[in-house]
């Protein structure tokens, strides 16, 4: 009896042992999803008709709000504020209201509720505030912003600061501010409006490591920064609308430049900025930065939208992967697109740089020791630059393609105005005969100095020749039925087409003068030695890149 007793208790113990475990098991499951990345952006839709719109004419003395409804405010306040602490939701309509303080807010709400803002009129808010309410319009909670009217805001410190979602769905919103224009602590969403900043820190910025996120479905946004003009600690997401950012002192300064970043500050002064990935499916954006214009420590995807750079630094820079199927100008640039890895799709692309226009895995050579310099990647990976599809051209006193590790070329058209220096080429790939430069579609010409040229490797399976010429030419190239107008000196020419074939003889016209007739006696076809040796494969150690102003001869950077 007793032995039963006892089997019965052990029995008990083992369920009651077995039952707090998997209750932990849960728990600390529940604590780790917790910690899960939200992305999500917007807030509540609340449905505000059924309530009585209650008037407060403002007659000098602060206004406080400490129950949920509906309030239309009109007149003016000095050294008054608005102060929302409810039980519940609140909509505000502001119409035609005027109102400055000193030491607190404009509009102070601190309740955790969500609070609509409409905007009816023309509406001015003055704010000199202190740095623990640091927004004209300061926000414990969810914060929308809606209307047809304008909104003026002037502040010492923020424009507008949310500690939680900040959404805005319509109206005119201006902020001069001498710190960030709008923060939201968890998400910013913008789906239409006119808005203007005018900051001296960010433009606009998240702040929460766990969600931190930006949605722009629509709008006319037009940002001028010190420093960053987006920046976000989490995704950024670009659907739609019209973004313009200037930042710092825009691409005049340099960042081979004493003068960039003023030489002594190492502030962040980006167009567009993330901590995580960026992906930009539409809209059209205008940047002009003194730091680099689209900035991702993750991954950047781009498609279907239309985009315009002007960088001090580089146009377009990932420490992860660059995807790109989309219009795009990099009119100014050092680096124009830098990725671990870089794959094109489609649309129109042009890009101009002072060092490569195309690189796989930078931060090397001549960008080491460079004031901002990207480091964000590994040794002893591979990558990769591939296009696909698409029309590129790009103008680069560095290389024109480069990838430290292979590059594929499997379509579209593409175009290359490389250096006159020879310390650089049209292409360069990784260094020794373990890595690649395939073709097999579209359509390549490329031009440079023949110093550092280099032809694809064995296993292209398109046509293509590499002439290195004895003369320096600036005329028209024709071969075949290729033709090409390079914008640049060049005594190196890299062509490949599904028009060329094998065992065929082409003349080379340049300037509608007959240089030379070859025969294409392979897949891969080189007439003519480069000035240092005729390489075929990556030309030289990376590190031994020369400065884009460096004439052949002078000694390159280690």
């Not at 309530?51 to 008054?80: A, H, P, Q, R």
């Not at 964000?376 to 590790?405: R, W």
């Not at 005969?433 to 073709?439: A, V």
Request: a negative charge.
């Amino acid at each position: 009896m007793k032995k039963k007793i006892y089997i019965v208790i052990i029995i008990i113990l083992l369920l009651i042992i077995t039952s707090f475990t998997i209750y932990n098991i849960n728990i600390g499951k529940s604590k780790k999803e917790s910690k899960a990345k939200d992305n999500s952006t917007g807030v509540k839709n609340i449905d505000f008709s059924s309530y009585e719109v209650k008037n407060i004419k403002l007659d000098g003395n602060d206004i406080s709000i400490k129950s949920k409804g509906v309030y239309k405010l009109t007149g003016s306040l000095e050294n008054k504020n608005i102060n929302i602490d409810s039980n519940g939701e609140v909509k505000l309509i502001i119409d035609n209201v005027d109102i400055s303080t000193k030491g607190e807010p404009c509009i102070n709400i601190t309740s955790s509720d969500l609070v609509y803002i409409q905007v009816v009129g023309d509406n001015k808010l003055i704010c000199d505030t202190t740095t623990d309410l640091n927004g004209a319009i300061n926000s414990k909670g969810d914060l929308l912003l809606s209307g047809d009217g304008t909104l003026n805001i002037e502040s010492n410190i923020d424009g507008i600061v949310t500690k939680d979602d900040l959404q805005i769905d319509s109206g005119t919103i201006v902020i001069n501010s001498e710190d960030d224009g709008l923060v939201g602590r968890d998400s910013i969403e913008i789906n239409n409006g006119e808005i203007t900043i005018n900051s001296s820190g960010d433009g606009l910025k998240t702040t929460n490591q766990e969600k931190g996120s930006l949605k722009i479905s629509g709008g006319n946004i037009d940002i001028t920064s010190k420093l960053d003009g987006i920046q976000v600690i989490n995704s950024i997401n670009i659907e739609d609308g019209n973004i313009k950012i200037t930042t710092g002192n825009g691409s005049s300064v340099k960042s081979t430049s004493e003068k960039w970043m003023n030489n002594e500050t190492t502030d962040s002064i980006k167009g567009i900025k993330s901590d995580t990935d960026i992906n930009i499916s539409g809209g059209t954006i205008n940047i002009n930065s003194e730091d680099d214009s689209i900035h991702s420590n993750g991954n950047i995807t781009i498609n279907g939208s239309n985009i315009t750079i002007f960088s001090g630094d580089d146009g377009i820079h990932a420490d992860g992967n660059v995807n790109i199927s989309s219009d795009m100008k990099i009119n100014e640039s050092y680096e124009g697109i830098e990725g671990a890895n870089i794959t094109i799709n489609g649309g129109d692309i042009s890009v101009k740089s002072t060092d490569d226009g195309f690189n796989a895995a930078g931060g090397d050579g001549s960008s080491q020791g460079r004031r901002g310099a990207n480091k964000g990647y590994s040794d002893g990976k591979t990558y990769v630059l591939t296009i696909n599809d698409g029309k590129v051209y790009v103008n680069a006193q560095g290389d024109g393609l480069d990838s430290n590790g292979n590059i594929y070329i499997k379509g579209g058209e593409i175009y290359v105005d490389g250096p006159t220096n020879s310390g650089n080429g049209a292409i360069d790939f990784g260094d020794g005969g373990n890595y690649e430069f395939e073709i097999s579609g579209g359509t390549l010409v490329a031009v440079g100095s023949s110093g550092m040229a280099v032809s694809p490797t064995s296993g292209t399976k398109q046509t293509s020749v590499l002439i290195n010429l004895e003369d320096t030419y600036e005329d028209s190239i024709e071969f075949s039925d290729i033709k090409y107008e390079p914008n640049k000196s060049y005594n190196s020419i890299l062509i490949s087409s599904a028009k060329l074939s094998k065992d065929k003889e082409y003349t080379l016209k340049i300037g509608n003068k007959e240089i030379q007739t070859l025969k294409l006696t392979d897949t891969v076809t080189t007439s003519g030695n480069s000035s240092r040796g005729g390489f075929t494969g990556g030309g030289r150690m990376k590190g031994d890149r020369m400065k884009p102003d460096m004439e052949p001869g002078m000694e390159p950077i280690n």
